[in-house]
């Protein structure tokens, strides 16, 4: 039994010694990701892949086009948030139907419903996994952020 765990020791170490356990292999597959459709200079990047994983940063309703939110209430700035995640999202090679979890930060909890229905619309089932939670003082004064991570070859939860 001695020899068999010594043995079990020593190929584990072998095994670590390769690229399962080197820096290099750890590193070398991150990629920090900026599209070009991304604000420059922000302290952060857009996404972060790690092996056909894809972490993308919160996005809220800002329309590029004004420099601003989506005027209309929780209902536009939602749609223009979730359309900005999927324009990220298409940008590093990924589609919504590859997305497996949102983080969603509401300013105001109770226009969890109004969000939702325009949630909803951008996938079909099965869902991504999701939390929802009340958050105070979002980015520019935004009402919703949404963050996801997409896996290639998710479920096809697309909704076109």
Not at 84 to 94: D, F, L, M, V
Not at 129 to 138: I, K, T, W, Y
């Amino acid at each position: 039994m001695k020899r068999f765990v010594l043995i079990t020791v020593v190929l584990a170490s072998i095994g670590c010694a390769g690229s399962l356990c080197s820096d290099e292999s750890r590193t070398g597959s991150v990629e920090f990701l900026n599209s070009s459709g991304s604000p420059p200079n922000l302290p952060f990047s857009e996404a972060v892949r790690v092996g056909n994983t894809l972490y993308l940063s919160g996005r809220i309703g800002f329309v590029p086009e004004t420099m601003g939110l989506a005027p209309g209430g929780i209902r536009e700035e939602t749609r223009q948030t979730m359309e900005n995640i999927e324009r990220s999202i298409e940008a590093h090679g990924y589609s919504m139907g590859d997305i497996v979890k949102c983080t969603v930060m509401l300013a105001d909890i109770s226009e969890w419903t109004t969000f939702n229905e325009v949630y909803k619309s951008f996938f079909k089932k099965p869902y991504p996994a999701r939390s929802v939670f009340g958050a105070n003082g979002l980015a520019l004064g935004a009402q919703v952020e949404v963050e996801c991570i997409a896996a290639a070859g998710g479920q096809g939860n697309k909704r076109r």
